[in-house]
């Protein structure tokens, strides 16, 4: 009986005995199998009882039987990036109390958790996640929800991609929205598993296009041209990216315009069209609405790669974008673009010993450190080619043993 567990709930915020709550009104015998729903109450012993707790029996009845599907739309919106409606229905949620029954308290938990990861709030999401750690009595969704988080979390501030398809992967699709695959299309993006990552990518844009959720479709199907790229099925990847831009032009998805220049850009320098790329990164800078970001930070680094291999700006003009690039870094704390500016900066002045030196001992390290697998790859090539020409075999040899062991790391999920 819904009446009963919301008398108890009230009871127990009150610190009041059964006894007390009883008195006056009934036994505590009868107190105790009201909470448990194994009698029939009167209305009227109901009103007293609701009027001692000082609570409106009736609206918190109808809070309750509204709260669950309250919490679903929270998650939906949440996972579809609707964010106006999700910010809205967090502010709500914020403000009712019965949350912290058992009943809704570990649901609400799990998605405050995906809250924070998806607003890049590193520290309250480790603490939700410890949290839910205990939890025993999940039902099959919610054990599913706890999965995603923890596969998220890896992916989003560990980068432990590995780990995070073995989370991912645990994940019952048959009794869970199949939104998670998008993260796990691209953990397998991030370790350049081609084949999975376009294969789990595909499965989520159906989703997404189930759902009509515009935006998520632009960021899979990005995802999706990222594996093409190298296809031997080639389709016109100009035509696909100028299209996807044009709907993000359509529906004001700034951030979404700018990552999608950002990996034409991209595309545009593996083929060696570097005054295309050019243009793709400056349309990207251009759109990141928030100028000191880590994605705008990315754009600018690609920006720079590009006009030191296509020597499209003299090196005093490329040296103070790396310099405005290393300030902006600082500024947001973002390492690993201080180590990468840092590296451009000594690669357009010339001084290779010192750049492989500061790739040697501080940047590769960091690299590693974070697990930026792609980053940490190109730049161990660059040391292994500086170690034999240099003659230094054993230096050679320890990193081609180290570019191996993590090839046959990564060959285990293909």
Known sequence: MIEGKIIQFYRIQKNMKQSELGEGI?????ISKIERGLT????????????????????EIKTYMSLDILLKEWLYSISM??????????????HVALLQMPTFFQFYILILTRHYLSTGNQSQALKCLKKMESCQELSQFEKNL?????????????????????????????????????????????????????????????????????????????????????????ISLDSEFNRLIDMTVEYGLNDHRASLYTNFG????????????????????????????????????????????GKLKSKDEILA?????????????????????????????????????????????YFNKINMQQVTEDYQIQLFDYYMENQEMNKANSLAKSIIDNYRKNIQFL
Request: glycine share 2%; net charge negative; with cysteine.
């Open 26 to 30: 009934c036994s505590t015998t009868h």
């Open 40 to 59: 029939e109450v009167s209305p009227k012993t109901l009103q007293l009882l609701a009027d001692k707790l000082e609570i409106d029996l009736q609206t």
């Open 81 to 94: 990036k609707i964010h106006t409606k999700a910010d809205q229905l967090k502010e709500k949620l914020e």
């Open 146 to 234: 706890f999965l995603h988080n923890k596969g998220f979390y890896e992916l989003r501030f560990t980068k432990n991609f590995h780990k995070a398809i073995s989370i991912l992967n645990d994940i019952d699709g048959n009794q869970y929205t199949h939104e998670y695959l998008y993260h796990l299309a691209y953990a397998y993006d991030s370790i350049n598993s081609r084949v999975l990552a376009l294969y789990y990518a595909s499965k989520a844009l159906q989703y997404f296009k189930d759902a009509s959720c515009f935006t998520r479709i632009i960021e899979t199907e990005t995802l999706i041209l990222m594996q093409l790229e190298q296809s031997n099925e080639m």
């Open 266 to 309: 991209y595309f545009k320098l593996r083929e060696g069209n570097y005054l295309k790329a050019i243009e793709c990164y400056e349309n990207a800078m251009y759109s990141w609405e928030h100028k000191n970001s880590y994605y705008y930070l990315c754009s600018l680094e690609e920006y720079i790669t590009t006009l030191i291999k």
């Open 321 to 365: 974008l790396a310099k405005e690039g290393l300030k902006l870094a600082k500024k947001t704390d973002e390492l690993l673009h201080i180590h990468i500016f840092n590296l451009h900066i000594l690669t357009i002045q010339d001084q290779k010993d010192d750049y492989y030196q500061y790739l040697e001992y501080k940047a590769t390290p």
